[in-house]
């Protein structure tokens, strides 16, 4: 795959808002052909985008290659679960001596998730950014599994079997989310919103300081920025996201298990970035809807499906680095242009 | 306010690598505005003094104080935004960003935090005006949208002083700045620098010796991580350990350059 | 007391099988710069094959005989057909394309072997127990594993610092230049340090036999346990490996056989119970931390 000259940022918001309408059509095409399972499948796709998408601000502007970024996913999920649990049972949850009352409502849980996998991902960011490179790798993982290990012991919680729950979230008391094509939408504006206020933080201050630490960290450090804390606030940031993405995925589900924050999941997340073409944004939503894609076709052929995806990733890797953004969009934005202009 | 006293204030500095010593107790200082030239042969340890005032390197031993204070326990950025500015003997720039976009960021770097995470940086007047003007100053204007990977390695040069100076320093640490550039590029900068003359300090590491002694106000010669002598150019240049150990064959060596 | 000692021996134990793991690890990490998730791959790959021979044969020697190369031989070929293009990139391309390696090596075991474990049983002449204190009988199986493993330890410290490959490999490693101008065929001492350390993975995996089920995926969670040893021991450093594995061996051990009796000393048993287990199964990632915040750079940053 050879990279082509890059689209002019006209038509490449051009591509993009035709994406989105696309993704907007895709619920009532479906109905029409008669196929509304996709639609669940189609959610679950976006959920991982938008996963994915907040893997690709630390990693495809930040540098920082995280492989421990499910254990966010998982910190939400679980947030939700384990409130949704006790307002099922009716006992409420004893945090060192506080009592906190189960809860199903929507805008207190997803926030209150957010801020939870916000928590987890400082507190592991600030650690591992003490470092860099392979090391910072490992470590990452490392604390993934962690939490992974951490949930599995959980026996109050379903240990391994991880624990079921009776139906979603309510929004403002009313079961909005019940209907498949709804969550749908909510799953779809979450990600729109999340795609365009990155899209604004990478061109912010912050983003460029975000951005330079990844081609240069010893040049930003002489001109006088302190890279570490931006990285981190970059790391946080991606930590909530991924968390709400853990939130929708759980919702998807009604269900809640170790195995969202299993570390292969992590793999899975830079295989999305990568494939759709990282430091782009848009990228992993492709990314996303390709490896979904990929995986539900494979399975049709055989039940070892990996024994071909496998050898795929290689060769992506190997061959087709760019990622399918790079392919049909053309290259990462670098310079910019001159930096000015229209965007 | 108090007598003028050193800029830059180097204090028995020792750093070993190994059994190497590339730091053998160096002292000297820097006055406010003076060009002072680090000179010595290769490994003679200057880039290594340079990285350790700058905060990179952690000395063994020694004090280092700018405008009185001491900085020796400080981190790179907090020494960079006391009035450190920087360019790299090996040159190092933003190479995906722009050139403008590596000036702007510089003047970003010096006008408070960065957590700014909504407005357009690229279309901040206040950061781009003056990087502008400082490309200009340096002859990069005409690049100013290219990506600064993308440019010769005289440009990257000019564009890492840029970079230095945009953060309106008060000590400008160039290693070398000239290091690899052709004739024409190198007499430019050596006149850009002559035009800063006065209105910030320097310590210069430089090979040539014409540039030192068209520049320097100043000489400290290391040699082996020791001061070998310190003064002004004419009384540097009849120094006789300093003749015998570096002149002597250097300056035979070096005719041709 | 006795309980105790038997605790550490398991720890010993599980600390030389991380080392073994670690030490290839922290070598191609060391020399190449090379970050390598399928190293579980090779440690699965030994344990199938020794337990394959094993049971056709009744001869665990042979297993061994046959694991050991197999594992070297996997690992060359994945040296020169997907490493060799990797060493220039980035460490992220190199994750990626190690990840694919595992997703296809899981697979493939299945496809070869099927989704039962495959259960081998401990040697005859190696079944029995030894009294390690009086009162105290330990598996002399175990004992020949941490035997095994400070041997290699041993070996490879030789080999290392001793001999004239190990010269070439530290030089190797110091800089690729000044190896080549020495006359040292790079690709070849390479692709030779990356099938040891892959004979020292499959090694592992086919004594981990007879103590665990073999079956796919079984690499996974050693592998994150040896990152977790390298990161503590310093990347590249075999001495640091080896430290960093027994501690984290005998740490994982002991805290999961004593926390929740220490903790039952301050807290109810219900309690203490659910919380030790959890807290045990975090320990090792504890230790981690608090070497990170202590020494960033592990225990023995660099080589040696
Ligand atoms: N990171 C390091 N590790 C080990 N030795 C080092 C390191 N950095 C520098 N040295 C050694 O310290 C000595 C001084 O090196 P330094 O780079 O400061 O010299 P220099 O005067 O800048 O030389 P040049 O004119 O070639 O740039 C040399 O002997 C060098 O080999
Ligand atoms: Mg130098």
């Known amino acids: 795959m050879a990279e082509r000259a890059p689209l002019s940022p006209r038509v490449r918001l051009g591509l993009h808002l035709l994406g ?44 920082m290659v995280s492989f421990g970024h499910a254990a966010f996913v998982g910190v939400g999920g679980y947030v939700t679960g384990i409130l949704a649990h006790h307002a099922f049972m009716g006992d409420p949850l004893m945090l060192f001596g506080l009592a906190v009352p189960g809860m199903n409502e929507a805008l207190i849980v997803w926030p209150l998730a957010m801020a939870v996998s916000a928590v987890a991902a400082l507190l592991i960011g600030v650690l591992s950014l003490r470092t860099g490179g392979i090391h910072f790798i490992m470590i990452t993982l490392a604390f993934a599994q962690m939490l992974y290990y951490l949930l599995v012991s959980l026996q109050a919680y379903g240990g391994d079997d991880g624990l079921t729950l009776w139906g979603r979230n309510t929004v403002a008391g009313t079961d909005l989310l019940a209907d498949r094509e709804t969550f749908y939408y909510v799953c779809l504006g979450l990600l729109a919103v999340v795609v365009l206020a990155f899209r604004r933080l990478v061109d912010s201050r912050f983003g460029l300081v975000l951005q330079g630490a990844r081609q240069n960290e010893r040049r930003m450090r002489a001109l006088g920025v302190p890279v570490t804390r931006y990285r981190l606030a970059a790391f946080t940031l991606a930590g909530a996201v991924a968390g709400l993405a853990g939130v929708l995925s759980v919702n998807q589900a009604e269900f809640v298990s170790p195995t969202l924050l299993h570390w292969t999941h992590s793999g899975e997340l830079l295989v999305v970035v990568i494939l759709g073409g990282m430091g782009t944004l848009v990228g992993p939503v492709l990314g996303a809807f390709v490896l979904m894609g990929l995986e539900e076709v494979l399975a049709g052929v055989t039940e070892h499906w990996r024994v071909i995806l496998g050898p795929v990733l290689v060769l992506v890797v190997l061959y087709a680095r760019a990622g399918l953004h790079g392919w049909v969009i053309g290259p990462r934005r670098h310079a910019d242009a001159d930096g000015e202009g229209a965007s | ?28 200082t820097v006055m ?4 002072h030239a680090l000179i010595g042969p290769n490994g003679a340890g200057k880039t290594t003094a340079v990285a350790q005032i700058a905060g990179e390197l952690k000395p063994d031993d020694g004090r280092i104080r700018l405008d009185g204070r001491e900085i020796s326990h400080l981190p790179v950025h907090r020494r960079a935004l006391l009035g450190l500015g920087r360019s790299f003997q090996i040159t190092s720039v933003l190479p995906d ?14 006008a408070g935090h960065s957590f700014r995470l909504i407005r357009n940086a690229r279309r901040d007047a206040r950061l781009r005006d003056p990087a502008r003007a400082m490309l200009t100053r340096v002859g990069l204007a005409a690049v100013a949208g290219r990506a600064a990977g993308a440019l010769s390695h ?25 290091a690899g550039m052709g004739g024409e590029d190198s007499a430019r900068m050596v006149e850009v620098l002559q035009g800063l003359k006065g209105t910030v300090a320097m310590l210069l590491v430089e090979h040539d010796m014409d540039v030192v002694f068209a520049l320097a106000d100043r000489i400290t010669v290391l040699d082996g991580g020791r001061v070998l002598a310190t003064g002004d150019p004419e009384a540097v240049r009849a120094d006789p350990a300093v003749i015998a150990a570096y002149l002597g064959e250097e300056g035979v060596a070096c005719q041709p350059c | 007391m006795l309980l105790f000692v038997e605790q550490v021996l398991n720890g010993l134990q599980l600390g030389v099988m991380l080392f073994l793991m670690a030490s290839g690890l922290t070598l191609v990490f060391g020399i190449m710069g090379l970050i390598n998730l399928a190293h579980g791959s090779l440690y699965m790959i030994g344990a199938y094959v020794a337990a394959t021979v094993t049971l056709h044969t009744d001869s665990f020697l042979l297993g061994l005989a046959a694991a050991l190369p197999a594992a070297a031989l996997t690992g060359a070929i994945i040296e020169r057909v997907v490493m060799a293009r990797l060493y220039a990139r980035e460490h992220l391309d190199q994750v990626l394309a190690t990840f694919g390696l595992i997703l296809f090596f899981n697979d493939l075991m299945v496809i070869l072997w099927g989704r039962q474990p495959l259960f081998m049983n401990v040697p ?17 199986f175990r004992l020949v594993i941490i035997a095994v493993g400070l041997l290699v330890a041993l070996g490879l410290w030789y080999l290392i610092t001793r001999t004239r490959l190990g010269m070439r490999i530290r030089a190797g490693a110091s800089d690729r230049e000044t190896a080549g101008a020495l006359g040292i065929d790079i690709a070849l001492l390479y692709t030779g340090v990356f099938a040891l350390g892959a004979m020292l993975a499959g090694l592992a995996g086919a004594m981990a036999g007879p103590i665990l089920a073999v079956e796919a995926g079984m690499g996974e969670s050693i592998l994150i346990l040896t990152f ?25 051990t002991l805290g999961r056989a004593f926390l929740p009796d220490l903790l039952a000393l301050v807290l109810d048993r219900a309690t203490a119970d659910g919380a030790g287990t959890s807290l045990s199964t975090m320990s090792v990632y504890i230790l981690m931390a608090a070497v990170l915040v202590w020494r960033p750079k592990g225990l023995f940053p660099g080589h040696g």
């Open chain 3, 228 to 252: 977790v040893v390298v990161v503590i021991g310093g990347i590249g450093s075999v001495r640091g490996a080896l430290i960093g594995a027994l501690l984290v061996g005998v740490v994982d």
């Open chain 2, 1 to 28: 306010m108090r007598a003028p006293g050193p800029l830059l204030e180097v204090e028995g500095l020792s750093k070993a690598f190994g059994g190497v010593t590339a730091s053998d107790a160096l002292s000297f």
């Open chain 2, 154 to 178: 005289g440009e990257k040069r000019k564009l890492e002083l840029a970079m230095a100076l945009a953060g309106h320093p008060r000590l400008l640490l160039l290693d070398e700045p000239m």
């Open chain 1, 20 to 63: 989105l309408l696309a993704l907007a059509l895709l619920p009532p095409l479906l109905t029409l052909i008669d196929e509304p399972f996709y639609v669940t499948l189609a959610t679950r796709v976006l959920i991982l985008a938008l996963a994915a998408v907040s893997l690709d601000l630390i990693l495809g502007y930040g540098g």
């Open chain 2, 32 to 35: 406010p505005g003076e060009v």
């Open chain 2, 97 to 110: 960003f722009s050139v403008l976009d590596n000036v702007a960021l510089a003047v970003q770097a010096h």
């Open chain 3, 124 to 140: 005859d002449a190696l079944a029995g127990t030894v009294e390690v204190l009086p009162g105290a009988p330990y598996p002399v």
